[in-house]
């Protein structure tokens, strides 16, 4: 029996219920872990509202990203063995393994191996934000030395490793943030300019950023009608990336005068689902964590039991940039 962290409906963090369960052998492609410490995202806080991409299946576990380690493997898992320290990236459903609970079983193919001497908090809060950002200005779009990026909604892991990632490929990041919360964070991490969202329009404060040339890339949490903002502060044949949705509107394609631009948007399952890409993103933020480029951030630590807690923290507007983590077991393990 494994604690584990289910909802039997949808709401808000109240709905999270700490439950004794059994633990099913791994089957074929599947690891059993010892979970000691979760990373949080407003994924988990949307599907347990049920909001999210996909429905719940209730009554529903959650949570996605992880790190621990190998107790046990199943059938044709060849690269792992019990007691290798390990991290586990988004790349399914939380419907099928959800990771919030002392032990879970996960699929073999979203597991790396955790850095030499990391901690497990760490081990849970640097792969989803770094995979993500590598994925959109890596392998959607090549962003180049001196480009403007404008990172929106950018107080949280993802936009503090977007501008790390940005600087260390030497573009110029423009982050957006709506209070004054974390703006020395990201300016720290290399921000070119952070600029405070008061729900104005923001497309001749983003052209004044970047000296009038208009942006090159925008990477996009938001989503919602204010897309067209943001349209009409690029710089012609720009691309804007909608990766969220926290607007919790239809994004139109923006209608009027504007330069023209690509839109798409993008989920981190475009990596973490193609082993090729995942192994590059996994090379290339190695590399950024040995020279120092990429620094994990983490936010806050939460013990366990206090999920309600975590969670009523991961949707607040005065929370820091840097990854929230629910602590299950020691942080040196």
Avoid at 46 to 60: D, K, M, S, W
Avoid at 134 to 160: C, F, K
Avoid at 212 to 220: H, K, R
Wanted: glycine share 10%; net charge negative; hydrophobic share 45%.
């Amino acid at each position: 029996m494994a604690r584990t962290i289910r909802f039997h409906e949808t709401g808000g963090p109240e709905v999270l219920r700490i439950e004794d369960l059994p633990v099913r052998t791994p089957g074929p492609g599947e690891v059993r872990i010892r979970v000691d410490a979760i990373g949080l995202n407003r994924a988990e806080v949307n599907f347990r509202r049920g909001t999210y991409l996909e429905e719940p299946v209730l009554p529903a576990g959650l949570g996605s990203e992880a790190a621990g380690e190998v107790l046990e493997t199943g059938p044709d898992v060849q690269r792992w063995r019990p007691g290798d320290p390990v991290c586990v990236v988004p790349a399914f459903s939380q419907n099928d393994y959800p990771v919030y609970a002392e032990e879970a079983v996960v699929p073999a193919a979203a597991l790396l191996a955790r850095p030499p001497g990391m901690d497990a908090v760490t081990g849970a809060a640097i792969w989803m934000p770094y995979v993500t950002v590598y994925g959109m200005v890596q392998e959607t779009v090549r962003v180049r030395p001196g480009d403007h990026v404008v990172v929106t909604a950018a107080a949280n892991s993802i936009g503090l490793a977007a501008v790390q990632v940005l600087r260390h490929l030497g573009a110029l990041p423009i982050a957006t943030v709506t209070a004054a919360t974390g703006r020395d964070a990201l300016r720290d991490a290399g921000a070119a300019a952070v600029l405070v969202d008061d729900g104005s329009d923001l497309a001749p404060v983003l052209r004044d950023a970047t000296g009038g040339a208009g942006a090159d890339l925008v990477l996009d949490a938001v989503g919602g009608p204010r897309v067209a903002e943001l349209v009409r502060a690029c710089a012609r044949g720009a691309t804007v990336i909608v990766h969220g949705g926290l607007s919790g509107e239809p994004t139109p394609l923006p209608g009027g005068r504007h330069a023209p631009v690509w839109m798409r948007r993008y989920t981190v399952f475009e990596i973490t689902g193609d082993p090729a890409a995942l192994r590059r993103a996994e090379h290339f933020v190695r590399a950024g964590l040995a020279s120092g480029a990429l620094t994990p951030s983490v936010d806050r630590v939460f013990a366990f039991d206090d999920v309600a807690t975590a969670h009523a923290y991961v949707d607040s507007p005065d929370r820091t940039p840097g990854k929230p983590v629910l602590r299950v077991g020691p942080t040196s393990r």
